[in-house]
């Protein structure tokens, strides 16, 4: 057996968040990736956008991850998103019944994602919001930011992290209502309009 100097930067080889990607095409998405929401739920609603590198192009190999509390504020535990035969091992996909709260889906060839889920539920003194993961070429280390929905302004106000951001910048974290049931959110990597992104220590 080989045994490697970690402290020779030389002999240890990169790993994905060490190289410039993408890697996301092969064994992470899943389908139904974007159905979170319950087949059929009556308040489902659907969050959709664009991913835009920092000269404002839409990239088609991005990848956005979503999670979030149910409608009454709570974070589901159970799983079933990646579900698999025990007999087989093969993939059965999500059950259609229970709310996972997460997702996982690529941007298309237009640099576009959506998902469907149901509206959090507001908890520990923050506004209701849904938490986001982007993967994306050129990312060293995938980015963490949230979607706020309209509708909820009056806790947007006291919001911990709404009330510490500019009107500017805090706008980059609000969804926009297109209408029944459906938000727009885009997530801008740099450059002008570039959405706010977390640090979590």
Known sequence: ??????????????????TVGPFYGYALP??????????GHPDTITVQGYVYDGEGRPLPDAFVELWGADPDGEMPRVDGSLRRDPASGGYLGRNGVEFTGWGRVQTDAGG???????????RGGSAPYLSVCVFARGLL???????YLP??????????LLARLDPERRATLVATDDGKGTYRFDIRLQG???????EYQ
Do not use: C, N
């Not at 057996?1 to 060490?18: A, F, G, N």
């Open 151 to 160: 509708g909820d302004e009056a806790a947007h106000a006291t919001d911990p």
């Open 1 to 18: 057996m080989t045994k490697i100097d970690t402290s020779r930067p030389e002999q240890v080889l990169p790993t994905p968040s060490h």
């Open 141 to 147: 280390v995938h980015l963490f930011t949230r979607i």
């Open 192 to 198: 002008e309009g570039e959405t706010v992104f977390l």
């Open 112 to 122: 576009h994602w959506y998902a469907r889920t149901l509206r959090p539920g507001a």
């Open 30 to 39: 899943f389908p139904g990736g974007g159905d979170i929401a319950p087949v």
